[in-house]
């Protein structure tokens, strides 16, 4: 005691600043010294989840893997199979251990087809797994009802359709996404049928994700995507410019045409570039007749158009624009002119001190 409160009377006998220091250091060392403990606790929860993680992956994919492997020969669920299943649906009780056995029927929906997908989607009924999925569409964080989508898309519930249809038009873009990936993955074409009262923005990554969806499956027959064509909602119009194209629907040229006078000018030259994969002559005359009112994007597109679809009756016009002031449209024309009529490129070549040719598009054109 006596030292302690010799320790003391020389600490108070200290400037301040001095005395600051040292109680801050004390402070840092004990909270070294808790940081420390906790860390060790924090590792060993972590080891031992970790642990019991891989006991019960061992001890379900087991389980998982004989009920998939001991049907009965007719399609129905063996005596096996049932007391799996009863087995598990006190296990997905618990919170861990339905994480473990959805990652493992995850893989394993990766793995088999057929009878054995049908086998996992019943026991996912039947263990009460999908009242869990169910449950999240009606949570308020966002992201968790996002991820039960998710769930009900990778285990293909088509049962609860009318409720995930509900989170087409959701406010979050996430869930929203989830949502129409879940009705074209499970109903294809008819899938789509939120377009017809979607409001919000199609993203361009949502629209690659549908189309990645819908051309897993094969020989579909295409619905009438004219309606979205139609669409005051221009990524709607955008993504069904992108079906027209890979679909090949002819069909639906004539508004095509209608939407080359659209007020966005993406979607105008997106209309262009579409009549060009379908061969569409009759825009290719409108377009070239209203040249000088198109803006540089679509003069551009225009040409790209040309030059799959020329025809020799287009040479005089094409002769018109060999010199223009834009560095692409000047190469599409004398791509072109090359392509028809090679004599008069040669002609326009021996030429090259002309004062609006550019000698490096003339010879990159001639050594193409």
């Not at 929860?45 to 993680?53: D, N």
């Not at 949570?139 to 769930?151: C, D, P, S």
Request: hydrophobic fraction near 40%; proline fraction near 2%; charged fraction near 25%.
């Amino acid at each position: 005691m006596p030292d302690i409160q010799n320790i003391m009377d020389q600490y108070h006998d200290l400037p301040f600043l001095i005395q600051l220091a040292w109680a801050l250091s004390g402070v840092l060392s004990i909270a070294i010294v808790l940081l420390t403990i906790y860390l060790k606790i924090i590792r060993s929860y972590l080891r031992k989840k970790a642990q019991h993680h891989l006991a019960y992956k061992n001890k379900y994919e087991i389980f998982l893997v004989e009920y998939l492997y001991s049907g009965n020969d007719d399609g129905s669920l063996s005596d096996t199979q049932q007391t799996i299943i009863k087995k598990l649906k006190t296990s997905v009780k618990n919170k861990a251990k339905r994480k473990v056995i959805i990652s493992i029927l995850y893989k394993l929906m990766n793995e088999v087809s057929g009878e054995m997908s049908d086998y996992i989607k019943t026991l996912y009924h039947e263990t009460g797994l999908i009242n869990f999925a169910i449950d999240r569409l009606y949570n308020k964080n966002w992201y968790i009802a996002a991820k039960g989508i998710g769930e009900l898309t990778r285990f293909n519930i088509e049962d609860v359709n009318e409720k995930v249809s509900e989170y087409a038009l959701h406010p979050r873009r996430e869930v929203r996404n989830e949502a129409h990936l879940y009705l074209v993955n499970l109903f294809r074409f008819e899938g789509l049928e939120f377009l017809n009262n979607l409001k919000t923005p199609l993203s361009e990554w949502a629209q690659v994700q549908l189309l990645e969806t819908l051309q897993k499956f094969d020989d579909q027959q295409i619905c009438d995507i004219k309606p979205w064509l139609r669409s005051s909602n221009n990524s709607v119009v955008l993504f069904a410019l992108k079906l027209a194209k890979i679909y090949n629907q002819f069909e639906v040229q004539d508004t095509l045409m209608e939407l080359l006078n659209h007020e966005n000018k993406t979607v105008r030259i997106a209309s262009i570039e579409v009549l060009t994969n379908l061969y569409g002559l009759e825009a290719k005359e409108m377009l070239k007749a209203n040249f000088k009112d198109l803006s540089l994007e679509e003069q551009i597109s225009f040409f790209e158009m040309l030059e799959k679809l020329v025809i020799p009756s287009d040479e005089p016009f094409i002769e018109k624009h060999l010199f223009h002031k834009n560095f692409e449209i000047q190469l599409l024309a004398l791509k072109i002119l090359k392509s028809i009529n090679l004599d008069k490129f040669m002609a326009i070549d021996k030429k090259s001190n002309h004062k609006k040719a550019n000698p490096e598009i003339l010879k990159f054109v001639k050594s193409t």
